[in-house]
């Protein structure tokens, strides 16, 4: 007998824009996955992997934060920067076209506070993507 998974899990609704369903389909398509779930379930395992590694630093650290983000985002992205100040010792903005902008910054400082700063990026509206590569 083949134990079923999909039994076992509980079901939750999401909601998506027409944007995310589409990037969720490519995904599923392109990656081979059977089917939306397995896919969210990867993506998932993704994000929880670099969360706990960004958790995982302690002391001083250095790195670059990458984000490319909606021209609506520039001013919160601001903000940030402002309020954050200390840390960031180079920062490099371009305007890439088609409403996105791009920001480069070089950090350096606890990793707590750096941690605190890359928090405040990931909730907000308009990045479509944030990297943080550690040195």
């Given at each position: ?36 779930s397995?896919a ?61 902008c791009?920001n ?7 990793a ?24």
């Open positions: 007998m083949i134990n079923n998974i999909a039994n076992n899990m509980p079901i939750i609704s999401i909601s998506l824009t027409e944007k995310n369903l589409e990037d969720l389909e490519t995904l599923q398509r392109d990656l081979g996955f059977g089917g939306r397995e969210i379930r990867a993506a998932m395992r993704t994000m929880l992997a670099e969360t706990n590694e960004r958790r995982s630093m302690v002391g001083h650290v250095d790195g670059v934060l990458i984000v490319v983000n909606n021209t609506c985002a520039s001013g919160p992205i601001h903000d940030i920067y402002h309020n954050n100040h200390p840390l960031i010792k180079t920062h490099v903005h371009n305007y890439l076209g088609n409403d996105k791009m480069m910054m070089v950090l350096s400082g606890d707590s506070e750096i941690n605190e700063l890359l928090d405040q990026m990931h909730h907000l509206e308009g990045i479509t993507y944030l990297k943080f590569v550690r040195s």
